[in-house]
């Protein structure tokens, strides 16, 4: 596995996370979450400020491992990766943004939900897939479908993923990490309950560590 895979795997959950005031939330955020024991998170480009908010993110907590989620052109990772993103993660599969990622370095997770999808990702050799969105298209039993033809992924679901179903993906060995965003969601971010936000990161790292002792 390489490094940026291990240490996301290392951790186990990944915070979905959309800023829509960067500057005056960024720095916070990312301390409540490094406090939390989740030193990771995947910003989306959802929200126009989203390479602000990597940018503040990093600069508050150096040892948050910062990516940019809904990349959706390659004009959005030169701007991700500008502001210092470390891995990028696209809803879909594109092959040209896949290749573009391969060829500057920048780990790449594209969204894989189909035999189709993770035949393209096999052409790119990837080690590591998300599967998006995840409860949507068949959650669990799909992802360990799939993994009996295509033993060489580990997947990255997100997508309808709470602290009901975390354990459950988590005790899967196919599994190398959960994302989400409901340790970040619109109403904890915007009434800044900084607090909250590291109890249920907290909580969700005491899952991971529950589901890979039992597992
Ligand atoms: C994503 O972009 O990966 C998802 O929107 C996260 O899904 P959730 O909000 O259901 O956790």
């Known amino acids: 596995m390489s490094d940026m895979n291990a240490r996301i795997s ?5 915070p979905v996370i959309k800023l829509n005031h960067p500057e005056r939330d960024a720095a ?3 301390h409540a979450l490094c406090r939390g024991g989740m030193p990771v998170a995947e910003v989306t480009f959802r929200a126009s400020g989203a390479d602000t908010a990597i940018r503040l993110m990093k600069e508050a907590c150096p040892e948050i491992i910062c990516g940019a989620g809904t ?3 390659t004009e959005q990772v030169d ?3 500008a502001a210092g993103a470390e891995f990028i993660v ?10 573009y990622c ?10 894989c939900t189909t035999a189709t999808d993770y035949h393209a990702a096999l052409k790119f050799g990837l080690e590591v897939l998300k599967f998006f969105p995840a409860e949507q298209s068949g959650g669990l ?8 033809p295509f033993p060489m992924f580990k997947i990255m679901p997100t997508g309808g993923i709470s602290l009901k179903n975390l354990k459950d993906y988590l005790s899967s060995p196919v599994i190398c990490a959960c994302g989400g965003s409901y340790m970040v969601t619109a109403d ?3 009434n800044q309950k900084w607090d909250e936000i590291t109890a249920l990161c907290e909580q969700s790292i005491a899952i991971v560590k529950e589901a890979r002792q039992n597992g």
């Open 141 to 148: 039993a799909k992802i360990k479908a799939l993994s009996a």
């Open 71 to 73: 990349v959706l052109t």
């Open 188 to 190: 904890l971010i915007d």
């Open 90 to 99: 696209t809803p879909g599969f594109d092959p040209e943004i896949v290749a």
């Open 79 to 81: 701007r991700a990766a």
């Open 102 to 111: 391969q060829k500057k370095g920048l780990p790449i997770y594209p969204g």
């Open 28 to 30: 916070a955020l990312a």
């Open 10 to 14: 290392a951790i186990g959950v990944v």
